[in-house]
C-alpha cells in the first residue's frame, strides 16, 4: 500500500497544522466520510475584490465518485470562483 497524505478533518495538532497549510496553499478544501459516511466535497474560495474570502463553490458527491485529488475538477471549481460576483461582497473601508 502506498502512503496517503490524507488527514482527517477533525485532526488536531500537527495534522491539523498539515492541513491548514495545505489548503492555504493550494486553495482548496476537501472533506471525504468526515462529517457524513460517503460522501465526499471539494471546495474553493470565493474572493471579494481583494483578497476576502466571501463564501466558497463546492463540488458535492457520493465517496468513490468524486476524487479529492481530481485537478481538472479543482481547476474548474477555481475558474468559476473567480466568476462570480457577490452584490456587496467588495469589502468597506
Request: glycine share 16%; proline share 0%; with cysteine.
Given at each position: 500500500m502506498g502512503t496517503s497524505t490524507h488527514r482527517p478533518a477533525?485532526?488536531?495538532?500537527?495534522?491539523g497544522a498539515y492541513r491548514n497549510r495545505r489548503t492555504r496553499s493550494?486553495?482548496?478544501s476537501v472533506e471525504q466520510d468526515e462529517l457524513r459516511q460517503g460522501r465526499t466535497?471539494?471546495?474553493v474560495p470565493v474572493r471579494d475584490d481583494g483578497v476576502g474570502i466571501v463564501?466558497?463553490?463546492a463540488a458535492i458527491g457520493g465517496t468513490g465518485?468524486?476524487?479529492t485529488d481530481d485537478r481538472d475538477l479543482i481547476d474548474l471549481l477555481h475558474e468559476y470562483a473567480g466568476r462570480l460576483r457577490l452584490p456587496g461582497a467588495a469589502r468597506r473601508p
Open positions: 477533525g485532526a488536531s495538532g500537527a495534522d493550494l486553495d482548496v466535497a471539494v471546495a463564501g466558497c463553490l465518485r468524486i476524487r
